[in-house]
Structure formats: structure tokens, C-alpha cells
């Protein structure tokens, strides 16, 4: 089945919670699942995005800090799936290019990326935190419609920039969310009728320090929603950051060696 994977960068799940509107309208419909997920350690982005991707923990990884700019020496959504001959996407922030394509970030080379031999195929890839979301996602549909991947990831930044600029308590903060929840409500109608497969979540939260790292629950605790069919919409599932990337593999249906969360899924996955 096909996947859109959304990472809302630094999107605490309290705010998830009172500010993204039109995703509990759909889980209020039954379209889809709303959890609480509680990050790993540090929560910041380089490393979190490794173990979204990787399932494997940051001490483990190796990507403890977001200065450790390598390719990551583990294996990735984008490499199980590129291994089962699936189509592969990304419109994200240029640290995941240099963790599974190519490293350093070469902005004229790498931003917008065409390389059928990587594990990330296509992708639109920025390095300015103001990006913005309304772009990014226009980004990631152009990906969508021309190279229809099996596999997508859209990575948008403003909730994190804003949250450095005003923290967890400002009304900046919150007001990305309800952008990105915005933007969410014009695209994601389109691929769920479509019958993707769609999964919502965020690397970290963000504090009132205008920072994050550490284990404050602003800082850790995160959301995720899903929505497809193949999920249980299981209310009692309590799934896990490092299970992410093997329940992604799972509604692939491509061979891994990944924990996941049999919980989210329907059985028959």
C-alpha cells in the first residue's frame, strides 16, 4: 500500500492535541487514530529523525547530536523499500538527504534530487528553517503526482523555526500547528480517496526555553495520527518512535528486521 509518512517538525502533542482541528474531525469520523507517543533520547532532530526512518535509537545510531552530518550506517525506510524495487520520494529538510543519499548537502546537486539509484529517488530538499510549510507541501504533491511513490516523506520546519523564535507557550507556536493542520486539510482528502496510506507524527516537542533536548514532557511527548485502511484504529495501541519505520515497512509489504507495532495495524498485516 502506498505511504505518506508526515513529520511536522518540533510539534509538542498537547498542542497537536487543541490546534490540529481538522485531523480529530477526521478521527472523530472514524477515518483515523490519534496516539500519544513519547520521543527518544535527545529529542532533538538529527537524531530523531534517524529513528523515525531507522528504528534505531540515537545512542545506538550514532546521530546523538545534529552536528553529526554522515550518511547513517543503517538501513532505512527508503532502502528496504528501494530493495523490493518500490518508487521512493522525500520533500524535506536537507538533513535527510545527507543521512540516506548523499553527504554534504551540495544545495545544486541535491535540492531538487533525480537519482533513480538512491535510496531517496526523488525529492525536494531545503536548508532554510522559514521554508515555508505552504511550499514544502506543494513540494511533496508535485513529487506525489509525477513520480507516484510508494513511498513518501513530507518534512515541513515553521512549527520548529517558530517555536525557537517564540517557545512552547507563544501563540506562534500554536499557530503553525493550526497552519500545517490547514494545509493538511487541502491535501491530505485527495490521498486518502485515493486510498494512501497516511501517518502523522512529529520528531520532538519544543519548551519554553525556545529549545529542546531534554525530557521535559513539552519537549518529549508527541503525536501520531494515522489514517487508512490499513490500520485498526485501535484505541488501546500504544506504539512506539523506534517502531515506526517496521510498521511503515509493514504496510509496504516489503521484507524487514525492524520492530513494529502489530497493534496499529489491521491483521491481515
Known amino acids: 500500500m502506498k505511504t505518506i509518512l508526515v513529520v511536522l517538525d518540533g510539534l509538542n502533542f498537547q498542542v497537536a492535541q487543541h490546534a490540529m482541528g481538522y485531523l480529530q474531525a477526521e478521527c472523530a469520523q472514524g477515518h483515523g487514530q ?13 537524531p530523531l529523525y ?14 546523538i547530536h545534529n552536528g ?3 550518511l547513517s550506517n543503517q538501513r532505512s525506510v527508503f532502502h528496504y523499500a528501494r530493495a523490493a524495487g518500490l518508487t521512493t520520494a ?50 511533496a504533491e508535485s513529487l506525489r503526482l509525477r513520480h507516484q511513490p510508494d513511498f513518501l516523506l513530507i518534512h515541513p520546519m515553521n512549527i520548529d523555526d517558530a517555536g525557537h523564535k517564540h517557545g512552547f507557550s507563544a ?25 494512501d496510506q497516511v501517518i502523522v507524527t512529529a520528531d520532538h516537542g519544543m519548551n519554553d526555553d525556545r529549545s529542546h533536548g531534554g525530557i521535559l514532557p513539552e519537549e518529549t511527548q508527541v503525536p501520531l495520527f494515522v489514517f487508512g485502511s490499513a490500520f485498526s484504529l485501535n484505541a488501546d495501541a500504544a506504539p512506539l ?17 525492524k520492530p513494529y507495532c502489530a497493534a496499529l495495524l489491521e491483521p491481515a498485516l
Not at 490519534?34 to 538529527?46: A, G, I, K, N, V
Not at 534517524?50 to 546521530?63: A, F, K, R
Not at 497552519?179 to 485515493?194: F, R, V
Not at 518512535?241 to 528486521?257: K, W
Open 34 to 46: 490519534r496516539y500519544q507517543m513519547t520521543c527518544e533520547l535527545p529529542s532533538l532532530s538529527r
Open 50 to 63: 534517524e529513528c523515525i526512518l531507522t528504528g534505531i535509537t540515537p545512542v545506538n545510531s550514532g546521530i
Open 68 to 70: 553529526v552530518s554522515r
Open 90 to 139: 522525500a520533500a524535506a529538510y536537507h538533513w535527510v538527504s545527507e543521512l540516506y543519499n548523499r553527504t554534504p548537502f551540495d544545495a545544486p546537486r541535491d535540492r531538487h534530487t533525480y537519482a533513480p539509484e538512491l535510496p531517496i529517488q526523488f525529492g525536494h530538499f531545503y536548508s532554510d528553517d522559514g521554508y515555508p510549510d505552504s511550499h514544502l507541501f506543494e513540494d
Open 171 to 195: 501563540p506562534q507556536y500554536r499557530n503553525r500547528a493550526r497552519m500545517a493542520d490547514g494545509y493538511l486539510s487541502h491535501w491530505m482528502p485527495g490521498w486518502l480517496q485515493q486510498g
Open 241 to 257: 518512535q523506534t517502531e515506526l519505520c517496521g510498521t511503515i515497512c509493514q504496510i509496504l509489504g516489503v521484507e524487514h528486521d
